[in-house]
């Protein structure tokens, strides 16, 4: 059974405890259940709390808070601003964002000479450029060094910097020279040469760089951090894997918006204008694509007035045919992904994706024709064949339009790839909408043809 570590921290701070006692016994916790636990204690708990724990433990907690704001509030602003100074600059940057710009200044305004330093960097950033996202928390070394230089060198910075597993090398201009992995320099003999540890042709990023443009070559990478330079050449930080798993969930969260209809990921302290603004764009563009289908439903009055019955399964078509549209978006979305993506590939993928819509078409159109055409008889009071020929129009529209809207669902967003637009922006509603209007003219279509023209059906 999993241990409900957070009701043990509220139990121990409730207990009474003497301060040293207490703060022994909350240092075998991690911070991410100390910040859970911050979280249910009282103002004034907290504020008891703080001063208990000391600085270095309270920076640990605070990154990882969701939104450090109310907390960071409740301290005076120096002391705000210790905490702040004792993040990593990535987590400082983040905490600060959630401050208003009065209170992230008076803040910044007294951190210690190299925080101001390293938060004034990372806030120089866009929030879409990976220089944003860094960190300045690594051990750096000249290149030419010996092995007990660089063992001194890293003993001397890892006071300060936790992220020890790979160290990087500059040279005397502080230009990106290599890394060193720290298992080879712990096993290194005094008498070797340091240039033999060092991996030249390190992978790296430049500061500048779309995090969506490199976010995959990052993964695809998988080391424990990569180097961030600037247009030099020169280090200027690192993003470390808890960077990138946060990169990632970020992008996906972008993504999830976008196929939502919207411009980005929407928060509960974004305003409501904020929120308007965003979602207004599409919304209008749908109306307009929803006031198209509209005017072709209209178009087909002649068939409703003929045979009424045809309109009770006319949302049953729609939502097959946005349903299977917006499932191939989401697969091609998926797809696209890989930058090195062949025609051959894309085709491949269209054909695939229409053999699975033309598939599932034929097989719902056998179940609409069996389910369907019973039902039609027993409570429309059709008689058996014209409840069947009835069925089999709504199956034989299902095959088509479901064929259509994977096509659909699929070559829009390989389009939107193609003219270097997000692909995701071919969201949801939109490819729903379009699906919509090809799903009326189908099922009204083949209703006229079939149904009234051929069948003379009334």
């Known amino acids: 059974m999993q241990k409900n570590y957070v009701q043990e921290i509220l139990s121990i701070i409730h207990s009474g405890l003497p301060k040293a006692e207490l703060a022994e016994k909350l240092s075998d916790y991690h911070e991410k259940d100390l910040a859970d636990a911050l979280e249910v204690l009282t103002p004034a708990e907290r504020q008891s709390l703080y001063s208990i724990l000391g600085v270095d433990t309270v920076a640990e907690i605070f990154t990882y808070l969701d939104d450090a704001e109310p907390y960071l509030k409740e301290l005076p602003s120096h002391e705000a601003a210790k905490v702040i100074s004792n993040m990593d600059s990535d987590d400082a940057v983040d905490a600060l964002e959630d401050l208003d710009d009065t209170d992230k200044n008076e803040i910044v305004n007294k951190l210690d000479k190299d925080s101001v330093e390293d938060v004034k960097m990372l806030l120089s950033y866009d929030e879409d450029e990976i220089g944003s996202?860094?960190?300045?928390?690594?051990?750096?070394?000249k290149n030419d060094m010996t092995i007990r230089q660089a063992m001194s060198e890293l003993v001397k910075q890892a006071g300060e910097n936790d992220n020890i597993s790979t160290l990087y090398v500059v040279d005397e201009n502080e230009h990106f020279y290599g890394a060193i992995d720290l298992k080879d320099l712990i096993i290194a003999r005094a008498e070797e040469s340091l240039e033999s540890l060092i991996v030249r042709s390190y992978p790296y990023v430049t500061d500048r760089e779309q995090i969506s443009d490199c976010i995959d070559r990052i993964v695809d990478y998988a080391e424990r951090s990569l180097p961030v330079l600037n247009d030099a050449g020169k280090l200027v930080g690192i993003i470390t894997s808890s960077d990138v798993v946060e990169l990632v969930d970020d992008e996906m969260g972008d993504d999830y918006a976008k196929l939502g209809g919207l411009t980005g990921e929407e928060d509960l302290n974004e305003s409501v204008f904020e929120s308007v603004k965003k979602r207004l764009p599409w919304l209008i563009a749908l109306l307009f694509l929803g006031m198209l289908v509209?005017?072709?439903?209209?178009?087909?009055?002649?068939?409703?007035?003929?045979?009424?019955?045809?309109?009770?399964?006319?949302?049953?078509?729609?939502?097959?045919?946005?349903?299977?549209g917006t499932q191939s978006l989401a697969v091609t979305i998926r797809v696209l992904v890989d930058e090195n993506l062949t025609l051959s590939k894309k085709l491949q993928l269209l054909w695939k994706e229409t053999r699975v819509g033309l598939l599932n078409g034929a097989i719902l159109a056998v179940m609409a024709l069996g389910f369907l055409g019973c039902y039609i008889h027993f409570f429309k009071g059709y008689v058996w064949t014209s409840a069947f020929?009835?069925?089999?129009?709504?199956?034989?529209?299902?095959?088509?339009?479901?064929v259509i809207s994977s096509l659909v669902g699929t070559l829009i967003p390989m389009l939107f790839h193609k003219i270097h637009i997000?692909?995701?922006?071919?969201?949801?509603?939109l490819i729903t909408t379009i699906n919509d209007l090809v799903a009326v003219v189908v099922y009204y279509g083949l209703a006229m043809v079939v149904l009234i023209d051929l069948f003379h059906l009334a």
């Open 133 to 141: 996202r860094m960190t300045t928390n690594y051990i750096s070394i």
């Open 294 to 324: 509209s005017s072709v439903v209209g178009a087909f009055e002649s068939v409703v007035a003929v045979l009424p019955v045809v309109i009770c399964f006319q949302s049953m078509v729609l939502d097959m045919a946005g349903n299977v």
């Open 389 to 402: 020929l009835l069925s089999g129009c709504v199956g034989l529209s299902l095959i088509v339009s479901m």
């Open 422 to 429: 997000d692909p995701a922006v071919a969201s949801g509603p």
